[in-house]
């Protein structure tokens, strides 16, 4: 048995597992006392979330048909670290996503996915000094991404307002960004 801010777990079983994820569900004592079960997605490998943004203060956004939502989605570049390192991890996935590259790199924040169901910890990072770089596109292709384009800094924060831009991650990654840049006073 074990104890969790309140909550007891008296049982615990995987329900089901890939290499990306494992659902586990416990039978739990509730803080009330009562009996319940809890689902907990636990991802593999945390994730990462690229923040891009030219000399000229314009982010790099990607759009993509996310197949969970059946939607078009309109986010910043990301992607799990496959258990490598998460800077290493994100510049790989700006060069998969957008074909740029960054010469300066700063870690903005570390965040918890959906953490009332899921164990998912994601790390933040702002990229600058961005150039092209050589690619095949496979990268893009593969996560099916439809565009890559630049948004003024100003006005990603109006897609946000908006709905335009609605992956909670990216909106939180755009916060920390905004908030290590000096844009939230």
């Known amino acids: 048995m074990s104890a969790h801010a309140g909550w007891t777990t008296t049982g615990s079983r995987v329900v089901y597992e890939n290499r990306w994820i494992r659902v586990r569900e416990d039978d739990v004592v509730r803080p009330d006392g009562e009996p319940g079960v809890y689902g907990v997605v636990e991802v593999r490998h945390a994730s990462v979330f690229v923040v891009a943004l030219t000399d000229d203060d314009q982010v ?22 496959d258990g490598e390192d998460p800077l290493a991890a994100a510049q790989r996935e700006l060069v998969e996503e957008t074909g740029l590259v960054a ?35 496979r990268g893009r292709v593969e996560e099916g991404i439809d565009t890559v384009r630049t948004v003024p800094f100003a ?13 909670g991650e990216s909106v939180a990654a755009l916060a920390f960004a905004g908030i290590h840049l000096g844009r939230f006073r």
Do not use: K
Not at 155 to 167: H, K, P, Q, W
């Open 60 to 81: 790099v956004l990607v759009s993509q048909r996310r197949y969970a939502t059946g939607a078009e989605s309109v986010e910043v570049p990301a992607g799990g670290t």
């Open 155 to 167: 006005d990603v924060l109006r897609l946000v307002a908006d709905g335009t831009i609605r992956d």
């Open 103 to 137: 010469c300066e790199w700063t870690a903005v924040g570390r965040m918890d996915a959906l953490n009332g169901i899921a164990n998912a910890p994601e790390h933040v990072f702002l990229a600058r000094g961005l150039s092209r770089v050589a690619d095949d596109g």
